[in-house]
């Protein structure tokens, strides 16, 4: 994996990208866009940038203008931006800084400063990063958390409800976890949550969001998925995990699976009904999926 921090340099004068990119191109993966359009492609496409030197005065679309494209855009808001320009007035300075820049660097380019301010908000993103990542996954699956799970499930719940589509949820707990972690410690438990985990997240599509939702249940949100696809995927996990452990160590779990309903249904009923199914897969014999 390359851990290197991605900056997008905007300017419309090739010497100002040749002097940036002469500073940090050691140090950071560069991206380069010469107009704002440019720029505002780029911030959304992988690898999203960490920063952004951006540039004020420019054709078509100036930096400020730019500035606030990206800070109305909820998959670029986070991007922090730093102002390079030769507009050098504190009146210049203070708009720049209102309009959410970082920092606000002048003209002319000075590489040594650039660097270190660079620097300086390339380990703030890399820790905001890293606070974000640990508020919203399970330390001990690295699944998503329950709290991650409710607001992308009730942001997609919202947009369905908008603009129609699919969404199923299918709810999973562990038969007899209290003799796992009876028979093989509370380690062992842990082991055996882990490998369960490993199997929900790697059957799983790119837009379905996996998570611990509790001690020994998981919750999967399905995007565009029916309940009868919901079924088949269910029923698949199920015997993946059936057939998890070597012959004589035996884990399964029990299913729920529901479809959200079109008539404006809210994610804590879905999840409900999706509990609902599984205390019925419980009742009849456990190991089984039930909707
Ligand atoms: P059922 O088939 O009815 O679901 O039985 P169960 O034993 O799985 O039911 P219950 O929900 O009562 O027990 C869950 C157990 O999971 C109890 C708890 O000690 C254990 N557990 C919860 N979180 C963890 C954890 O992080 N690690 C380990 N090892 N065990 C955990
Ligand atoms: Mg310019
Ligand atoms: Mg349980
Ligand atoms: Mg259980």
């Known amino acids: 994996m390359n851990d290197k921090a991605t900056i997008l340099l905007v300017d419309d004068t090739r010497t100002n990208i040749e002097l940036l990119a002469g500073c940090l191109q050691k140090h950071y993966n560069l991206k380069v866009a010469m107009d704002g359009k440019r720029?505002?492609?780029l911030a959304e496409r992988d690898p999203i940038p960490d920063l952004i030197l951006l540039d004020v005065i420019m054709p078509d679309m100036d930096g400020y203008e730019v500035c606030r494209t990206l800070k109305s855009n909820p998959s670029t808001k986070d991007i922090p931006i730093i102002f390079v320009t030769g507009k050098d007035s504190d009146k210049d300075e203070e708009f720049g800084?209102?309009?959410?820049a970082v920092d606000y660097i002048t003209k002319p380019i000075r590489p040594a400063i650039v660097t270190a301010r660079v620097g300086t908000q390339i380990i703030?993103?890399?820790?905001?990063?890293?606070?974000r990542s640990m508020a919203l996954h399970d330390q001990l699956t690295r699944l998503f958390n329950r709290h991650y799970l409710i607001e992308a499930a009730n942001s997609k719940v919202a947009r369905i409800t908008r603009h129609g589509g699919t969404l199923s949820v299918m709810m999973i707990d562990i038969d007899y976890f209290k003799l796992v972690n009876d028979q093989f410690g509370h380690q062992g438990g842990d082991t055996v949550l882990k490998a369960v985990a490993n199997v929900l997240s790697s059957a799983n599509r790119k837009e379905d969001i996996v998570a611990r939702f509790g001690g020994e249940e998981f919750v999967i949100l399905l995007d565009h998925c029916s309940i009868s696809d919901a079924d088949e995927k269910a029923e698949q996990l199920r015997s993946s995990i059936e057939h998890l452990l070597p012959e004589?160590?035996?884990?399964?779990?029990?299913?729920g699976i529901a479809e959200l309903q079109p008539d404006g249904e809210e994610f804590e009923h879905l999840l409900a009904r999706a509990d609902q199914a599984v205390y019925l897969a419980k009742e009849k014999g456990r190991n089984c999926v039930v909707q």
Do not use: N, P, R, Y
């Not at 800084?97 to 959410?100: K, M, P, S, V």
């Not at 703030?124 to 606070?131: H, I, N, R, V």
């Open 248 to 255: 004589g160590i035996s884990v399964t779990a029990s299913f």
């Open 39 to 41: 720029c505002i492609e």
């Open 97 to 100: 800084l209102q309009l959410g």
């Open 124 to 131: 703030l993103k890399q820790q905001s990063d890293a606070l």
